[in-house]
């Protein structure tokens, strides 16, 4: 979501501006910068990806709509999470590998401000709701436990409407104030990120303890006879659910790890780099966890790729 591999504010970090107001590579000139083999790779890493994101992510959209036995409001959640993925791989992914190759292109410094610019906001907008909307499943899951019957009453798709029109509206907000007080928007980064991941680790945390208890008054025939919960049905669909919140931490992981890094003097260009292909990679292996994790919609996409085939 954020980068000190920054076009933005400090063009000159990666090129220097010659007075046709071009770039010229200045990665042979400084030993801590990539050298052209690696700002290549990451470019067509990233290009590949992109394209993995967009198909993954379009075919797990059309899918979805096929799935009835997931509870609309839950799927709704899965819907928002394919489209910021879908989102992330169509538009950002792009315009990072460009800037990425943009000492090698030799590009207008004003092309390469602008384009950062864009890329700047527009990661936050669909990075951030990518964490939110993930934490926002983990929620719901712990809900759907504890609530029993009147889950379905609390939980209403007018209501997930409302929560996830707010979660886009606060990112869009983040996006905004990136583009003109990076400061803000770093600390408010640094606040979002931790208590989402916080949030998460409460709600499985507390699913699994609620899970042992009922487990264990099962186990000594004290269950209540109107106990509602299909105790390992839930119990696999909240391991599916961790799945992707573990792969969501696995690849924002190392990117908070770089920023501790450099606010204490440690790191380079080729940091960033790499931190940031991994959090967009994060975009292209969610509709692999719906389709490993998911019985039912692997079952979709399958089914899917068949029409598409035939």
């Given at each position: 979501?954020?980068?000190?591999?920054?076009?933005?504010?400090?063009?000159t970090?990666?090129?220097?501006?010659?007075?046709?107001?071009?770039?010229?590579?200045k990665?042979?000139?400084?030993?801590g910068?990539?050298?052209?083999s690696?700002?290549?790779?990451?470019?067509?890493?990233n290009?590949f990806?992109?394209?993995a994101?967009?198909?993954?992510?379009?075919?797990?959209?059309?899918?979805?709509?096929?799935?009835?036995?997931?509870?609309?409001?839950t799927?709704l959640f899965f819907?928002?999470?394919?489209?910021?993925?879908?989102?992330?791989?169509?538009?950002?992914?792009?315009?990072?590998a460009?800037?990425?190759?943009?000492?090698l292109?030799?590009?207008n410094?004003?092309?390469?401000?602008?384009?950062?610019?864009?890329?700047?906001?527009l990661?936050?907008?669909?990075?951030g709701a990518?964490?939110l909307?993930?934490t926002?499943?983990?929620?719901?899951?712990?809900?759907?436990?504890l609530?029993?019957?009147?889950?379905?009453?609390?939980?209403?798709?007018?209501r997930?409407?409302?929560?996830?029109?707010?979660?886009?509206?606060?990112?869009a907000l983040?996006?905004?104030?990136?583009i003109f007080r990076s400061?803000i928007?770093i600390?408010a980064?640094s606040?979002?990120?931790?208590l989402?991941?916080?949030?998460?680790?409460?709600?499985?945390t507390?699913?699994?303890?609620?899970?042992?208890?009922q487990?264990?008054q099962?186990?000594?025939?004290?269950a209540?006879g109107d106990?509602?919960?299909?105790?390992a049905r839930?119990r696999k669909s909240?391991?599916?659910?961790?799945w992707v919140q573990l792969?969501?931490v696995?690849c924002?992981?190392?990117?908070?790890?770089?920023?501790v890094?450099?606010?204490?003097?440690?790191?380079?260009?080729?940091?960033?780099?790499?931190t940031?292909t991994?959090i967009?990679?994060?975009?292209s292996?969610?509709?692999?966890v719906?389709?490993?994790?998911?019985?039912?919609v692997r079952q979709a996409v399958?089914?899917?790729i068949?029409q598409?085939h035939?």
């Amino acid at each position: 979501m954020v980068s000190q591999f920054q076009f933005s504010e400090q063009p000159t970090t990666m090129a220097n501006i010659t007075g046709d107001g071009n770039f010229t590579s200045k990665l042979n000139q400084s030993p801590g910068d990539p050298p052209w083999s690696t700002l290549a790779f990451i470019a067509a890493f990233n290009i590949f990806l992109s394209i993995a994101v967009c198909l993954g992510n379009a075919l797990i959209l059309v899918s979805l709509r096929k799935v009835s036995s997931i509870y609309p409001p839950t799927k709704l959640f899965f819907v928002c999470l394919a489209v910021t993925d879908l989102s992330v791989g169509s538009i950002v992914q792009p315009i990072y590998a460009t800037l990425v190759m943009s000492p090698l292109m030799k590009m207008n410094v004003n092309e390469v401000f602008m384009m950062s610019r864009v890329r700047d906001a527009l990661s936050w907008v669909f990075c951030g709701a990518s964490i939110l909307t993930s934490t926002a499943i983990s929620v719901d899951r712990l809900l759907s436990l504890l609530l029993g019957l009147r889950y379905r009453y609390v939980i209403t798709l007018r209501r997930v409407r409302v929560v996830i029109i707010c979660f886009w509206f606060v990112c869009a907000l983040l996006g905004s104030i990136r583009i003109f007080r990076s400061d803000i928007a770093i600390k408010a980064a640094s606040t979002l990120i931790p208590l989402s991941l916080i949030t998460s680790i409460f709600c499985y945390t507390r699913i699994f303890l609620k899970l042992r208890h009922q487990q264990v008054q099962i186990c000594h025939g004290r269950a209540n006879g109107d106990i509602p919960l299909n105790i390992a049905r839930y119990r696999k669909s909240v391991s599916n659910i961790l799945w992707v919140q573990l792969t969501l931490v696995a690849c924002y992981g190392p990117w908070g790890i770089a920023v501790v890094l450099y606010v204490n003097g440690i790191g380079n260009d080729g940091t960033w780099l790499v931190t940031e292909t991994l959090i967009y990679l994060n975009s292209s292996l969610n509709p692999m966890v719906y389709c490993w994790k998911i019985r039912t919609v692997r079952q979709a996409v399958k089914h899917t790729i068949r029409q598409i085939h035939c």
